[in-house]
């Protein structure tokens, strides 16, 4: 059973460098967050914050704080009402790595208490120093436990080394042993085993991700074997699952990866949820309802996603993307990649769309799309390295582009970060923003 506070890199930056702004005094701050549980494993999605200000310092020390009720009850009472939990930030502005102290100690026993009264919702407690944090965690009527804080779509600092292995020697050459390791412990969460999926997750096996949870109801059909990696004729003319073939694809490549399948939709309510215990999840689905769904995910509940794209038109025009979806990045409702009139289409009984695309009202539902392997294998490869540089750092520590745009015309991929609207009903503070389960969960809208 464990918890963990999930951030923005941006939230946090703004809130450590207002905690750590007075070098001799320590300072304080209340973190709001959305909760989601998942079996005996509660994450809390730090929403926003609000520094306490001079006057309801009661006491400010280089070693001790004393804060007036009026901060509690205040914190208490949004909490009552949205439901959301409460996070106490603190600093140790003169400590190496912080840990909790004695008069921390006695005044969490003081104010929790008394905010559970007003309020019945975890309380988090997180101690910031200039090298790094420790947290900590009181639910009601349960005992205080530890809480480690995790940045979105930053890479995480591998606590060991990998073992030494002769498969993967040349991959540990260029990611270090840390990289390695932090890929080794990935589970990575494919919607849509098709053209674009079966390229990813045959990198992903390649690679020694720990999990794939792969998610397609779809068989295999003649018209997928020029682009579905690892198919065979016998898998159509059998019309055997998609994510089967990726399942024996990965115990053909061999190796330590396990491929779940799960045949359902995205859509589907059973088949989103195996997706919140995922660290990221790659979108390679071809409708744009699944797309709807992976983009309330990924800002509701601080599940990153990096959703994949491709367009070939007849008359030549080809081209492919790759969107990071995470807090701090522009949403595809922002970027107009979703349509909502194609959305309801899609939601449509199959006999609905029908008598709306015969009345002209949209165009091109249920029609294959084109499709070509060698393209589809350039975006499936751009899509994975991005997941390397964001999870092992080996490409650098400057930040990276939401959006890489692929143009087969002249070879080039162009990478572009566009802002997301202030009032995003998905991706901004106003919205369904780390809202996790507070909120109706997207697959139901």
């Known amino acids: 059973m464990t918890t963990t506070l999930d951030t923005s890199p941006q939230l946090w930056e703004e809130l450590r460098k207002d905690l750590l702004s007075t070098p001799d005094l320590e300072r304080a701050a209340v973190g709001f967050a959305g909760i989601t549980r998942n079996g005996g494993d509660t994450r809390l999605l730090l ?76 309380v988090g407690a997180v101690v910031v120093s200039p090298v790094g944090e420790s947290g900590r965690v009181s639910v009601p009527g349960e005992p205080t436990r530890e809480m480690r804080v995790r940045m979105i779509g930053r890479p995480a600092i591998a ?123 790659i979108g390679c689905t071809d409708n744009q309802w699944s797309r709807t769904v992976l983009n309330g995910i990924a800002y509701q509940y601080y599940v990153p996603v990096l959703d994949l794209g491709v367009e070939i038109q007849q008359h030549g025009t080809m081209g492919g993307r790759v969107t990071w979806l995470a807090p701090g990045s522009a949403c595809l409702w922002c970027l107009n990649i979703l349509n909502a009139e194609r959305v309801r289409v899609e939601q449509l009984p199959k006999a609905g769309a029908e008598a709306e695309r015969a009345r002209g009202y949209i165009e091109g539902i249920d029609e294959p799309a084109p499709a070509v392997v060698s393209i589809n294998g350039v975006i499936a490869s751009l899509a994975v390295t991005e997941l390397l540089a964001r999870t092992t750092g080996f490409a650098g520590s400057d930040s990276r582009a939401s959006l890489l745009l692929y143009r087969p015309k002249d070879g080039t991929v162009r990478r572009t970060s566009p802002p997301g609207a202030s009032s995003c009903p998905t991706c901004s503070p106003t919205g369904t923003l780390g809202a996790g389960n507070l909120a109706s969960p997207p697959w139901r809208a």
């Not at 804060?67 to 439901?83: C, F, L, T």
């Not at 270090?176 to 412990?185: D, P």
């Not at 779809?218 to 059998?238: I, K, M």
Request: aromatic share 4%; net charge positive.
């Open 47 to 122: 929403r926003d914050w609000m520094p306490v200000c001079g006057n309801e310092y009661l006491v400010q020390l280089g070693y001790h704080l004393e804060i007036s009720g009026k901060v509690w009850a205040r914190a208490a009472k949004r909490a009552r009402q949205d439901g959301e939990a409460i996070v106490i930030f603190h600093s140790h502005p003169r400590d190496g790595h912080p840990s909790f102290s004695a008069s921390d100690d006695a005044g969490e026993r003081a104010v929790i208490p008394k905010i559970h009264a007003r309020a019945s919702v975890p």
């Open 159 to 281: 606590s060991e080394s990998f073992a030494p292995s002769e498969r993967f020697d040349r991959q540990v050459r260029a990611l270090t042993s840390e990289g390695q390791f932090a890929i080794a412990a990935l589970r990575v969460g494919v919607v849509g085993a098709g053209g674009l999926g079966s390229h990813v997750i045959q990198q992903l096996v390649h690679l020694g991700i720990s999990e794939i949870v792969t998610i397609d109801p779809d068989r295999v059909a003649l018209s997928n074997l020029s682009r579905l990696v690892g198919a065979t004729r016998t898998d159509a003319l059998l019309r055997r699952r998609k994510t089967r073939v990726s399942r024996r694809l990965a115990r053909q490549v061999g190796g330590p990866t396990k491929v779940t399948e799960i045949r359902r939709s995205v859509i589907e309510g059973s088949a989103a949820n195996r997706l919140l215990d995922c660290d990221v999840i």
